[in-house]
């Protein structure tokens, strides 16, 4: 019961996952992996997309995972079928819990999506949302300016607002929506800003958060949830600048975590 | 895959479950058991609660159901682990997902739990809650006094006000919780007085919208999640007087189900 969970994404995004994991799930150790080197994923072509991914996995897989969390909505898009059918562990990804909190949160069937082009333009969520409950009405939006914000590091402030403001007029006018699903793992740095513009109105769903709660279920599901409390040492690899990564990962878990390492896929 | 899921209570307060499996899986048909004749199982001794449940098990069961939701706080505390182990669908109980729903939800790690006298004594939510996560801090409380209440369709006003100020008086002064559990599915009813008796900052989860939301999940581990939309008809059986059935299930739905049946287990 105490192999690892392993978690890939194409970047930095999915350490708000992690984060999430470790914060709800803090008896579980984690193997995280970001394909820095060749991020961001969002506009890469499908069949690149899936074979990062496969890379990805094969790495995970020879460090006896327990579980794979694709922490990526565009990998999570292109490639979860096909690994959940041809792995034997199981495999969360980060759309279906997003898809499912909004299902729970909507009271009136309006719900918005954002994230990165590849994301919008695979209609995942709307397939998600609409496979479970046909009558949710679903409006989609890439943001490509957040991403490349996120990894500069600004979170809020005049130009984060800006940016934030251009890129959700057309989803703030045009529609009622109740829910706003932030659906690319980024995005949760971003949620006090995305909340300051589009109104306390709106209830926003973080697929970080809600993938973590999932995983929780989907472990215990399966008898893999560890419940004895034990220190557990997390380890994180980047194909891309190690300086780079460590400083995002102080961003984000507000300390460098200790075991970083540098690989090539 | 167009099989029913089956649901348990001990009376009307799991149709505040079957309520929100109705609402996030609306491709789903429900048939649904409200024990009334031997309601409230709250202060049944630990044999009665065992013994009733399988009997409505065993009826459902008949109807040949593809998953068992235990829409009863104090039945699932007493009946979750032997139901999983010895029947071959999936079973799912109210607890662990509100308390994954509150350890996602929690800051603090400062949680209270509201629930029957059963249910509170089982240390039921104490246990999922600091398995998953050790560093929770639990605040249990029986609020006897809330499911006669409801049964009598008193859920807003002075009165309703005035038993639950009196019932939430230990729980709000000791405790700086920011998360509350409502771990009776009678007690969703009362949300809205809670909330005003408890103010907003603290964060209420009803452990009946978050089954749902987990029934959908485990339904799709299972390969058993209905994704064709259709027009469902639900059945609800009782085994107590159908008049008084039907007035509840009018309050709850704010209309009367077309298929109610009286039935003898």
Same mark, same amino acid.
């Not at 997390?234 to 600048?241: A, K, R, S």
């Given at each position: 019961?105490?192999?690892?969970?392993?978690v890939?994404?194409?970047?930095?995004?999915?350490?708000?996952?992690?984060?999430?994991?470790?914060?709800?799930?803090?008896?579980?150790?984690?193997?995280?992996?970001?394909?820095?080197?060749?991020?961001?994923?969002?506009?890469?072509?499908?069949?690149?997309?899936?074979?990062?991914?496969?890379?990805?996995?094969?790495?995970?897989?020879?460090?006896?995972?327990?579980?794979?969390?694709?922490?990526?909505?565009?990998?999570?898009?292109?490639?979860?079928?096909?690994?959940?059918?041809?792995?034997?562990?199981?495999?969360?990804?980060?759309?279906?819990?997003?898809?499912?909190?909004?299902?729970?949160?909507?009271?009136?069937?309006?719900?918005?999506?954002?994230?990165?082009?590849?994301?919008?333009?695979?209609?995942?969520?709307?397939?998600?949302?609409?496979?479970?409950?046909p009558?949710?009405n679903?409006?989609?939006?890439?943001?490509?300016? =957040?991403?490349?914000?996120?990894?500069?590091?600004?979170?809020?402030?005049?130009?984060?607002?800006?940016?934030?403001?251009?890129?959700?007029?057309?989803?703030?006018?045009?529609?009622?929506?109740?829910?706003?699903?932030?659906?690319?793992?980024?995005?949760?740095?971003?949620?006090?800003?995305?909340?300051?513009?589009?109104?306390?109105?709106?209830?926003?769903?973080?697929?970080?958060?809600?993938?973590?709660?999932?995983?929780?279920?989907i472990l215990?599901?399966?008898?893999?949830?560890?419940?004895?409390?034990?220190?557990?040492?997390?380890?994180?690899?980047?194909?891309?600048?190690?300086?780079? =990564?460590?400083?995002?990962?102080k961003?984000?878990?507000?300390?460098?975590?200790?075991?970083?390492?540098?690989?090539?896929?």
């Amino acid at each position: 019961m105490e192999r690892p969970i392993g978690v890939i994404d194409s970047g930095v995004g999915g350490l708000t996952v992690a984060q999430e994991l470790m914060r709800q799930l803090p008896n579980e150790q984690l193997i995280y992996l970001g394909d820095t080197l060749r991020c961001p994923y969002g506009s890469r072509t499908k069949d690149e997309i899936i074979q990062f991914t496969w890379e990805m996995v094969h790495f995970l897989l020879k460090k006896d995972i327990k579980m794979l969390v694709i922490a990526c909505n565009t990998a999570t898009a292109y490639t979860l079928n096909s690994l959940q059918q041809q792995l034997s562990i199981p495999v969360i990804g980060v759309i279906k819990p997003g898809a499912r909190a909004a299902i729970k949160t909507t009271k009136n069937n309006d719900i918005g999506v954002i994230g990165t082009e590849a994301t919008v333009s695979s209609k995942a969520y709307e397939t998600a949302l609409k496979q479970i409950k046909p009558e949710i009405n679903v409006q989609s939006l890439a943001c490509p300016l =957040f991403v490349p914000m996120v990894e500069k590091g600004v979170l809020e402030g005049e130009e984060a607002k800006k940016t934030v403001e251009q890129s959700l007029k057309s989803i703030i006018k045009e529609r009622n929506m109740d829910t706003l699903v932030l659906g690319c793992t980024h995005y949760p740095l971003l949620k006090g800003t995305i909340q300051s513009v589009i109104g306390n109105d709106v209830t926003i769903i973080s697929s970080s958060d809600e993938t973590a709660r999932e995983a929780s279920a989907i472990l215990e599901v399966h008898h893999l949830l560890s419940t004895r409390p034990r220190q557990v040492q997390h380890i994180f690899y980047t194909t891309g600048e190690l300086d780079i =990564f460590k400083q995002i990962t102080k961003v984000i878990f507000k300390k460098t975590p200790k075991h970083i390492r540098k690989i090539r896929l």
